[in-house]
């Protein structure tokens, strides 16, 4: 039998953690304890996702660190994710999304979001990309059709 443990990472921290800082620690903790790969919470914004992987580095964390992506895809969703995830849009992305009247504009904005995310972290060279689908995989499954 072939069994290892992942663990949760946080680019925008944890909510509930004190600082960046203190969020590693216990990252690295974890990591230390058998962790053998680490799946982020949703972001929107790659650089964050780039900023946590060279701050996990420097910490010492060596394992794989996969990152988690969720196509927006009701209006619904431009309040609740960010609110829910203690995370932010990209000011552009927000900004696109304001401008959406309907769960069909939103979707197609927050698809092509997706898109041009999986493929500039595909070029970074992430180990592979979880995505989220929270009961919506028609999003996903776009994406994937897209950058595959």
Request: proline share 5%; with cysteine; charged share 25%.
């Given at each position: ?19 960046k ?15 053998e ?15 946590f ?65 999986a493929?500039e ?28």
């Amino acid at each position: 039998t072939n069994f290892c443990i992942g663990v949760a990472g946080y680019p925008e921290k944890h909510f509930e953690a004190i600082n960046k800082k203190t969020d590693l620690k216990y990252l690295k903790q974890k990591v230390d304890a058998g962790a053998e790969y680490i799946i982020t919470q949703i972001f929107y914004d790659n650089q964050k996702y780039f900023d946590f992987v060279k701050d996990c580095r420097a910490a010492g964390i060596d394992v794989p660190i996969i990152p988690g992506i969720k196509p927006i895809t009701k209006t619904s969703h431009i309040k609740f994710i960010p609110k829910t995830f203690h995370i932010d849009f990209p000011d552009e992305f927000g900004m696109d999304l304001i401008d959406c009247k309907t769960d069909e504009e939103v979707s197609e904005v927050g698809t092509s979001w997706a898109i041009q995310q999986a493929k500039e972290l595909i070029n970074f060279g992430v180990p592979v990309i979880h995505f989220y689908t929270m009961g919506r995989s028609q999003a996903v499954r776009k994406v994937a059709k897209e950058i595959f």
